[in-house]
Nanobody
Framework: QVQLVESGGGLVQPGGSLRLSCAAS????????MGWYRRAPGKQRQLVAT???????DYADSVKGRFTISRDNAPNTVYLQMNSLKPEDTAVYYC???????????WGQGTQVTVSS
């Protein structure tokens, strides 16, 4: 069983920064891709950013130029550096892991990010 544990959420003022981390543990086979999603109150879950084992990245248009995803393959940890945060970035952020290259197999429990003055 694989566990994903997120950390680094919190309350930050508009324009501030936060760094989220997600560590994968358990029976770890090579992870093809890791990603971050978010769900804001009353809204559907949204893809934020993804990164493959080779380092290829993809971002939602709303976070391009402000957020950076990175990962350490050993250990299996993914990071999300969030700069120039806006109130609309407020959401629960979830980490996900894809072992097969075709679907998100495991999810973390989520970490709350609140951007407010």
């Amino acid at each position: 069983q694989v566990q994903l544990v997120e950390s680094g959420g919190g309350l930050v003022q508009p324009g501030g920064s936060l760094r989220l981390s997600c560590a994968a543990s358990g029976s770890i086979a090579p992870i093809y891709a890791m990603g971050w999603y978010r769900r804001a109150p009353g809204k559907q879950r949204q893809l934020v950013a993804t990164i493959t084992s080779s380092g290829s990245t993809d971002y939602a248009d709303s976070v391009k130029g402000r957020f950076t995803i990175s990962r350490d393959n050993a250990p299996n940890t993914v990071y999300l550096q969030m700069n120039s945060l806006k109130p609309e970035d407020t959401a629960v952020y979830y980490c996900a892991a894809d072992f097969s290259g075709s679907a998100w197999d495991y999810w973390g429990q989520g970490t709350q990010v609140t951007v407010s003055s």
